[in-house]
């Protein structure tokens, strides 16, 4: 069965710092990755997806991941925190098998320090 | 293309009664899941329904129970609220294809049992 660790369930960084929040997967298959954005009172929106192929993807508003089969992880990182980026983040796993339901982390809010 | 849609956006209920919240997925998705947030549990799977029929099914008392319609849509049930059971409660949808598995939210019903 697939699993999703999230370290840290809040961080924070300065305005204009890196962004970095860390996700650690399990899975006995090739996993399909996923990092999701939640605001305040709204649902989840998808930043950016692995499912095959280059290993580094790139997302909306500036942030990115790259996927470490080796480390089984996937982080999120974006070069310059912004404001707007405050939000709790949520790292997702699912496989496509007969049980491919999409797996969640318990996210990490981002505070971004002026 | 519009998106998920969840009706209501908020529900004050009373400890006892019983509450339908309804989904309506993006079109031509058939896959649509239920999920439960709260600040203590974080985001929590609910059940899964694909092409009217339950898939997956979380961790949670028989209290809760869902349906989905030959359109998609989707309706959750929880019956004989309790206070533990106020929560945000989100819906995804997805294509459940392969390379498309992505979910899709929609903003969520904030139930509220005193």
């Known amino acids: 069965a697939q699993s999703v660790t999230q370290l840290g369930s809040h961080v924070s960084v300065s305005e204009g710092a890196l962004v970095l929040l860390r996700c650690n997967y399990s899975?006995?298959?090739?996993?399909?990755l996923f990092w999701y954005v939640q605001y305040p009172n709204q649902g989840l929106q998808l930043l950016l997806k692995?499912?095959?192929?280059?290993?580094l993807v790139k997302g909306i508003n500036g942030f990115e991941a790259e996927f470490k089969k080796s480390e089984t992880s996937f982080h999120l990182t974006k070069p310059s925190a912004h404001m707007s980026d405050a939000a709790e983040y949520f790292c997702?796993?699912?496989?496509?098998?007969?049980?491919?339901?999409?797996?969640f982390g318990k996210g990490t809010r981002l505070h971004i320090l002026p | 293309k519009a998106g998920v849609t969840q009706t209501p956006r908020y529900l004050i209920k009373t400890r006892g009664q019983q509450v339908t919240l309804s989904c309506s997925p993006i079109?031509?998705?058939?896959?649509v899941s239920w999920y439960q947030q709260t600040p203590g549990q974080g985001l929590q799977f609910l059940f899964e329904?694909?092409?009217?029929?339950?898939?997956n099914k979380g961790n949670f008392p028989g209290r809760f129970s869902g349906r989905q319609f030959s359109n998609s849509r989707s309706e959750m049930n929880v019956s004989t609220l309790e206070l533990g059971d106020s929560a945000l409660y989100l819906c995804?949808?997805?294509?459940?294809?392969?390379?498309?598995?992505?979910?899709?939210f929609g903003q969520g019903t904030r139930l509220t049992v005193v």
């Open positions: 995804a949808s997805s294509l459940r294809a392969r390379d498309k598995n992505e979910a899709f």
């Open positions: 899975s006995s298959v090739p996993p399909y």
């Open positions: 692995y499912t095959t192929g280059a290993t």
């Open positions: 997702a796993v699912s496989v496509m098998n007969r049980d491919d339901k999409i797996i």
């Open positions: 079109s031509g998705h058939r896959s």
């Open positions: 329904y694909f092409s009217e029929t339950q898939r």
